[in-house]
């Protein structure tokens, strides 16, 4: 009965010390002084809060001992303290220092022990990196910590990884691999993942085409809050084949999006429709009010590529209807051929669904 209970003893210790091992580093309670350092740090990186180089330095004194004990919100703080040029400058650390490289060496045990705030911060450490210096490498640090993410469960890594995967960003591409992290990101609400999931369905990327479910993912997607689901929703009604195609719900579509957003792409779709006569009877007077909005939009936006195109398509429009007043429907027939071939006009059609 001793040996029984000592072994039960000796159990239930290692039991503890595997439980204790498996934990996140960042859950380890601050030591004193160490949360308050924290806090500070984080005024100064966020609103440029002042603050004296001597107390700066021993609150880096502080995070730095936190994150030797396993603090990832610790590390993440040096990395971005070390990382930023104006706090450098405060602290007088000269260029090409190794202060940022350690912090970053840091954080990146962290995140190999399994860390998912190390794991994420990377992610997005890294992105930034690659947007401001383009290198293979920079890609390949993102999609290499957004994947370790993912398999943690990560909801935005998740979909993010299901994005690379699709565009072969720092991955080969692999279609499979990029529909199936989508569909699981999509089907726990992730936005962004429903848009791709549809993207993938309309275009058979990794996955047979299926039209309606398509629809369903950009239903869900517009139901999330995404900014392009319903647009492509209307964009997809209008070059789906028979019997999903459905012009009259592209029209509703891009008559909701113009007036919720003030679209130019949406009120370029509603010109097309009104020209055409897609979902709407045709009326070239409203047509040419369309594309004429259109093209003031894009002057504002500063697009004066695409600001001429639609207002020569509104003077068009506004020439057919005076035309069709003056001679009926012989002149609706004269213009039917003009009409007809910009209906595969690259420049008005609406553009094709993409992955975001």
């Known amino acids: 009965m001793k040996y029984k209970s000592a072994f039960l003893s000796l159990s239930l210790f290692l039991a503890c010390c595997c439980l204790a091992a498996a934990l996140p580093a960042c859950t380890l309670a601050p030591e004193e002084g160490e949360r308050e350092s924290m806090e500070r740090a984080a005024a100064v990186l966020e609103t440029g809060q002042n603050i004296f180089r001597e107390e700066l330095e021993e609150d880096i004194?502080?995070?730095?001992?936190?994150?030797?004990?396993?603090?990832?919100?610790?590390?993440?703080?040096?990395?971005?303290?070390?990382?930023?040029?104006?706090?450098a400058d405060l602290l007088r650390i000269p260029p090409n220092s190794c202060f940022e490289a350690n912090a970053l060496n840091m954080l990146k045990r962290l995140?190999?022990?399994?860390?998912?705030?190390?794991?994420?911060?990377?992610?997005?450490?890294?992105?930034?990196?690659?947007?401001?210096?383009?290198?293979?490498?920079?890609?390949?640090q993102y999609f290499y910590w957004t994947r370790l993410a993912a398999g943690q469960g990560d909801l935005p890594a998740m979909g993010q990884l299901g994005y690379l995967y699709l565009n072969g960003c720092g991955v080969e591409r692999d279609e499979e691999q990029g529909f199936q992290w989508s569909l699981a990101a999509a089907r726990q609400g992730q936005p962004a993942a429903r848009f791709n999931t549809a993207y993938c369905y309309y275009l058979g990327k990794g996955v047979e085409v299926n039209y309606p479910r398509a629809i369903y993912w950009l239903e869900q997607a517009n139901l999330s809050g995404f900014a392009r689901a319903r647009r492509a929703l209307a964009e997809l009604y209008i070059s789906a084949p028979p019997p999903y195609r459905d012009y009259h719900k592209a029209f509703l579509l891009y008559e909701e999006e113009e007036a919720a957003t003030g679209s130019v792409e949406a009120m370029a779709g509603l010109g097309a429709a009104y020209e055409h006569g897609r979902g709407v009877k045709r009326d070239y007077r409203q047509a040419a009010r369309c594309y004429e909005k259109a093209s003031r939009r894009f002057r504002d936006l500063g697009n004066y590529h695409l600001s001429p195109l639609y207002h020569d398509m509104a003077e068009r429009m506004y020439e057919m209807g005076r035309e069709v007043d003056k001679d009926g429907d012989a002149a609706l027939g004269r213009r039917k051929a003009a009409v007809d071939k910009n209906d595969n006009d690259a420049k008005a059609a609406p553009r094709r669904l993409k992955a975001e």
């Open 111 to 140: 995140g190999e022990r399994g860390d998912l705030a190390a794991q994420s911060y990377l992610a997005d450490y890294f992105l930034s990196q690659e947007t401001r210096e383009r290198a293979p490498e920079n890609l390949r």
């Open 61 to 87: 004194a502080r995070l730095e001992k936190a994150a030797a004990r396993g603090s990832a919100e610790a590390a993440i703080l040096l990395l971005r303290i070390y990382s930023s040029p104006s706090l």
